[in-house]
């Protein structure tokens, strides 16, 4: 059995699997999945990961917010044999999108299906083949099952997530509950996991009941309101919010699918009013309006990564059912820990001490690699205000090939990438710090790093 060496942003551990035959090679031509109401099962290969970033994933909600732990993520870009990192959001209608439909499908359930065991080398290396030297054979695993939840986003220069269309990540917990005859596997991972296929296919929330989940997120105050939006019976295409006597499209928060940044009913105000659309395009509810505020437990702004708001509703053509007032009880957020359990296990890299690398009066910026393993690194950039308080940050990196990064928005140009400060960590107090964190290919190196 292949063991594949290498790691995702994050604590992402790869334990790989496979796409389907048709898709033997990187240069295969992929087809990645249509947006929007799927019922066939697609073939691909599955991976696994600890966590969620902190302190959200990719679809704008913090791992112990989501109403599952059984989560998947989807890929960012359809581009086999193309490792480049491209800016998110893309363009609508980019071949280069891949099923993560910039965050649109976001919320979504998946149905997972077990397939077949890969004897051969299965290691996501780039410009390689999958199932190297092996073939595919079924096992007593074959058509274990599990409803999922997509959570998140692969964008890493890897084959996995570049040159099969139908790859997705998996919660590394939830493998073993995977069900075949009524009964949960138990010990499909590690002994049997091996490099797999899977076959999934979207569905409707399974046994959907009650309403969604509204929750303020980090940073939000009556001048800047953000707000993801979980526990949806069909996924979620976009929210309209009602301002200054008319209701207005809400814009998303860039690619996170599931977070979206509202406006009052009242300029300046604190109380709001929405309504959602779900994959179809129809209003959820029948056009079911949801009216909240802004808690006063954000005392102004808030600190939490989210804070989770009671509301009304009104209008709809169904039932109105109870609505969620308090934030769900949930183990604590999850630590993340950078140190994979694959083989060959990374080398862990001494901290070095942060040495200022470029930046401004305004800020400086430091890097460290924080593991390594053959071609590949996880990274870390601080950035440090200085005498005077941040509203947003901006650094300039060049020197390395960084993947995309968590706790920042990356947009790349040649050989160089800006990274800005997500909606949640842009204000920095004078002397304090934040970060943000990637996967890089090759060896870890020294960047030049400019901040402003």
Not at 293 to 298: E, T, W
Not at 299 to 326: D, I, L, N
Not at 424 to 446: D, E, K, L, P, Q
């Amino acid at each position: 059995m292949s063991v594949p060496g290498n790691v995702r942003r994050w604590s992402r551990v790869l334990a790989v699997l496979l796409a389907g035959a048709a898709i033997v090679g990187v240069h295969a031509t992929a087809q990645a999945a249509p947006s929007g109401g799927e019922t066939s099962p697609v073939t691909g290969n599955a991976t696994w990961f600890d966590n969620l970033g902190s302190p959200y994933g990719g679809c704008g909600l913090p791992q112990d917010h989501l109403e599952t732990q059984n989560w998947i993520a989807l890929n960012v870009f359809n581009t086999p044999g193309d490792y480049t990192m491209y800016s998110r959001p893309m363009a609508g209608g980019d071949p280069k999108v891949g099923t993560w439909d910039n965050g649109l499908n976001c919320g979504r359930w998946v149905r997972v299906s077990i397939g077949d065991y890969c004897t051969g080398i299965n290691d996501g290396a780039a410009g390689q083949a999958f199932c190297r030297n092996g073939s595919w054979v079924s096992d007593k695993y074959n058509g274990a099952t599990l409803d999922m939840l997509v959570a998140d986003s692969c964008g890493d220069p890897n084959a996995w997530c570049r040159d099969d269309p139908y790859h997705i990540d998996l919660a590394h917990q939830a493998i073993n509950k995977f069900v075949k005859d009524g009964t949960a596997v138990g010990d499909l991972e590690p002994a049997h996991w091996g490099n797999r296929h899977v076959s999934w296919q979207y569905i409707p929330a399974p046994g959907y009941t009650g309403d969604i989940q509204i929750g303020f997120i980090q940073g939000s105050e009556r001048w800047w309101g953000g707000v993801s939006i979980n526990h949806l019976p069909n996924g979620i295409h976009g929210v309209e919010h009602y301002s200054n006597g008319a209701w207005v499209t809400t814009p998303m928060n860039t690619d996170m699918g599931q977070s979206y940044l509202v406006q009052p009913t009242t300029t300046g105000g604190t109380d709001y009013r929405i309504r959602v659309k779900d994959v179809t395009g129809a209003y959820l509810f029948g056009g079911r309006e949801y009216s909240f505020s802004l808690p006063a437990s954000c005392g102004g702004k808030c600190s939490a990564p989210r804070t989770v708001v009671s509301y009304t509703t009104s209008g709809g053509t169904t039932t109105p059912t109870p609505t969620p007032t308090a934030t769900p009880t949930a183990s604590p957020t999850p630590t993340v820990t950078p140190t994979p359990t694959a083989t060959p296990r990374p080398t862990i890299t001494p901290t070095p001490t942060p040495t200022p690398t470029g930046g401004t009066a305004a800020c400086t910026a430091t890097f460290r690699a924080l593991s390594s393993w053959p071609g590949g690194y996880q990274g870390e950039v601080t950035v440090k205000a200085g005498t005077s308080a941040l509203s947003s940050w901006k650094v300039t990196v060049s020197g390395l090939s960084m993947g995309s990064p968590w706790n920042g928005v990356a947009t790349a140009s040649g050989s160089t990438t800006t990274v800005t400060n997500a909606p949640y960590n842009g204000a920095v107090a004078a002397g304090g710090t934040t970060s943000f964190g990637f996967i890089g290919t090759g060896t870890a190196a020294t960047p030049t790093l400019t901040c402003s």
